[in-house]
């Protein structure tokens, strides 16, 4: 029996993130999200932002355009590419008539609205990062390799360096994988 399509827009929106990776054939750590932007006609600009902007995304003479945020953390700005690339391919209908800002990612901030589920396209965005950046195959066979301890997180600090994720990315990726 054929495998029904799944109908949470999570769940989809990861799904998008690993063909991507598969039609790109990006099978190792950490994934080049930096390069991902040109294989889709994408550009990426970095330029000192309001600390709360993370990145922006908007289509300019046809052209995508992502903006982060180059006083953020790297691996902040890994993210923020990532959630952008979610836009971009879940969402470019939208893009095209306005100019998307993201001040903070809701679901990994875990505010009133990511909590309530009502901004999907913010909840998607990051489903797909979260996806991109750390693969399901790729982050189930480095779990089966570590020993873990309650009281020690440098396992989970180990891993989200391999991954060039927070440890809060992380730990979000590893309660939604699926």
Known sequence: MAD??????RIQAQERAQELLDKLGLRSLPIPVEKIP???GALIRFSPLDQELSGMIFIKDGVPIIGVNS???PNRQRFTIAHELGHLVLHRPILSSEVHVDKKFPVLMRDALAASGTDLIEIQANNF??????PKVLLEAALAKIEFDIEDASPFEELAKRFRVSRETLEYRISNLR
Request: glycine letters at 0%; proline letters at 6%.
């Open 4 to 9: 029904k399509q799944n109908d949470d827009p």
């Open 71 to 73: 006083l953020h953390h």
């Open 129 to 134: 990062a979260a996806a991109l950046l750390m």
């Open 38 to 40: 040109k294989s889709l």
